[in-house]
């Protein structure tokens, strides 16, 4: 990551205004997302003495001014900004105790602001995840589950404050154990009586840890606290069964997602063997019904084969969780389409038959063209 002093740039800050890049501090941990506001003189002047960075891609995507990006064009740089933003997730949960809170609200904003763009290619994100040892899980895992959360409160009508409070307990309810998480997902051995331990005491401490960072929101800790607890006491890391809405929400969306991502000793499932073994789990709860719902049967980013012998990548959900819409990306013989066409899978000559692997596909789509299919809808 090549940075320049904040200094250096000062021209191109407007107090007030949305910033057109990401501030950081001397050691690179994301203190201002882009589109943050600095909001005076003193405090831009505190950002010059601390030796706040810009990120040098960042400036250079700046130059051209915002209303010169088409919107395809901001579509297609929306994987490089999720991997951005996987960067500063993994720097946020590493952080020190004194600085945690400030990196959580921070990488926050700026994955909320991706989610904001476009809510599909943020559900592509989760659907669409890595082999497995390829990455680290235990961020990635993080990202996916906040994410989920995110859009099941958005799906439930939540407000924005509440689906805030959702994403950015999902986005920590491990953060006492992201590392040993990277390790887990590639480990075939048992678990270790010290391995054992430590997933046996994550909630309390990462509760912890969010304290002494100074989060005062207490549905938060709570929910972090709990999202291992069960309603008959059977849970862990206390056997409590007083479970809030919230903390019954991380759970179902930390198994969720963890459902979709392949680790060393199992394949990854679809979305549809997901959802089923959640609605299997936990059948009258509205709070995983939601969360199925959010993502659909076929959620976007999906390989499907459609009744007219097209394959092509769910762009949407439908009116109705198995007839998404579709961009057909060859014809009725798999023979590659110059262009993609729409297909809305309602149509009984356009149903989704087969739910395929990405490597059915008969060509290679970069991440930015997928995000411009997905996104352009």
Sequence with gaps: ???????????????????????????????????????NEAQLQELYERGALVEVEELAEAVQPARRETPGQRLARLPTDWDRGSRDVRQALGAPIAQLAGAIHSTTDLLLSLIECSPDVALSQVVR???????????????????????????????????????QAALTMNVAMVELQARLSTQVSP?????????????????????????????????VLKHHELADGSGYPNGATDISELAEMLRFADVYTARLSSRANRPAM???????????????????AALIKAFGIFPPGSV????SGEI??????GDKAYRPLVAALTNASGEPRLSPVTRDSAR????????????AMPMRLSDERIASLIGGH
């Excluded at 191109?12 to 589109?35: C, H, K, Y």
Aim: aromatic share 4%; charged share 20%; glycine share 6%.
């Design 304 to 307: 499907v084969k459609l009744a």
């Design 191 to 223: 678990l270790t009586a010290k391995q054992r331990e430590a997933i046996n005491e994550h909630p309390t401490r990462s509760a912890e840890m969010l304290s002494e960072a100074g989060i005062t929101d207490t549905d938060w800790i709570e929910a």
């Design 312 to 317: 092509g990548i769910v762009v949407r959900n």
């Design 348 to 359: 009984d000559e356009h149903s989704v038959v087969a739910l395929l692997s990405a490597q």
């Design 129 to 167: 995840q890595p082999e497995a040892g390829v990455g680290h899980y235990g961020v990635s895992h993080s990202i996916h589950a906040a994410t989920a959360c995110q859009a099941a409160a958005r799906y439930l009508g939540w407000t924005e404050a509440e689906q805030r409070r959702a994403f």
């Design 270 to 288: 679809s979305a549809q063997q997901a959802g089923r073994e959640l609605h299997q789990m936990a059948a009258q709860s509205p709070l995983a």
């Design 1 to 39: 990551m090549r940075v320049c002093s904040l200094s250096s740039v000062k021209n191109r800050i407007v107090l007030g205004q949305p910033l057109p890049f990401s501030v950081r501090d001397s050691s690179r941990m994301l203190l201002l997302a882009r589109g943050q506001v600095i909001v």
